[in-house]
């Protein structure tokens, strides 16, 4: 983990007099393209003040120059070259920050489950926060991956249980590799025996949501097809909106209640995509 000292403005004042917490989540699909492609210049205008990073397939040491001046970031890189990664990046100092086995427990020790959950503190007008961005196996159905999604669903399942009671604001972020319902899947019909869409895998997010989680991008654009998060980069999928919402914000229930817009910043172009993923952006009032 690296955790650098920066400059910036902490959370920003939005929506009038209200100060707001920006928070964003995206799977940039190897950081070193995103930044070239230009995750710059989405950052500079969508003007978060925490984002939450996976899929950095990348060293140690990466993550900070390629988003620029001006933030503190924690990251933890997979032990399989070119794997996962997970990062946080703030405009603020991050502190007690956890990542992989000391979060999640021995089990998740092996390499494959590496770069993959990463979280701290940072601190808001009402309180501390909790973050975390997490980047779920995402698993091919009938395979050896399956048991390593499993495994770690019920890890991550443990620390959330863990995590509630010890922070009263927290947020669980990031690209989950599940589609919760079929509003959160184009095709559901078509995929209701792909990976990303099974049953056992739909019934852990169930499970998180009957233990007080809150989707907070659910419950503020209501029940209802979409906005979906990825799509694939074969065919007409992007052009066609065939996607899947599989990036998510799941947080704490005094967290949630403080959530006043959600968006998906979808691009305007297949060819103007600097990843396969959007980025969820969510205000917090705090």
């Known amino acids: 983990m690296r955790v650098p000292m920066a400059t910036g403005d902490a959370m920003s004042v939005r929506a009038g007099s209200v100060v707001a917490m920006r928070i964003a989540s995206v799977n940039v699909n190897g950081i070193r393209a995103a930044a070239r492609k230009g995750m710059g210049d989405w950052l500079a205008a969508a003007t978060p003040d925490v984002v939450c990073l996976q899929e950095v397939r990348a060293p140690l040491e990466t993550t900070a120059p390629l988003v620029g001046e001006g933030w503190h970031v924690v990251e933890q890189a997979c032990e399989i070259k070119g794997r996962a990664g997970v990062a946080i990046a703030s405009r603020t100092p991050l ?5 992989g086995v000391d979060a999640l427990g021995g089990a998740m020790g092996e390499p494959v489950h590496t770069g993959r959950w990463i979280e701290a503190t940072v601190e808001s007008p009402a309180g501390p926060v909790r973050v ?4 779920m196996h995402s698993g091919t159905a009938g395979t050896p991956s399956m048991d390593d999604k499993y495994a770690m669903l019920e890890a991550a399942t443990a620390r959330m249980a863990a995590l509630r009671p010890q922070y009263e604001r ?7 590799n599940i589609a919760h319902t079929e509003n959160d899947i184009k095709n559901w019909k078509g995929n209701l025996k792909s990976a990303g869409f099974l049953p056992e895998e739909r019934a852990y997010l169930t499970r998180w949501v009957e233990a007080g989680w809150v989707d907070v991008h659910r419950a503020l654009e209501g029940n209802r097809p979409g906005p979906y998060t990825w799509w694939s980069m074969r065919g007409q999928a992007f052009d066609n909106d065939a996607g899947w919402r599989i990036d998510y914000q799941y947080a704490s229930p005094a967290l949630a209640a403080a959530a006043t817009a959600v968006r998906v910043d979808r691009q305007a172009s297949w060819d103007s995509r600097w990843t396969d993923h959007a980025p969820l952006v969510v205000d917090y009032a705090l």
């Open 95 to 99: 502190t007690d920050v956890i990542a």
């Open 132 to 135: 975390v961005s997490v980047y």
């Open 170 to 176: 927290v947020v669980v972020m990031g690209d989950i």
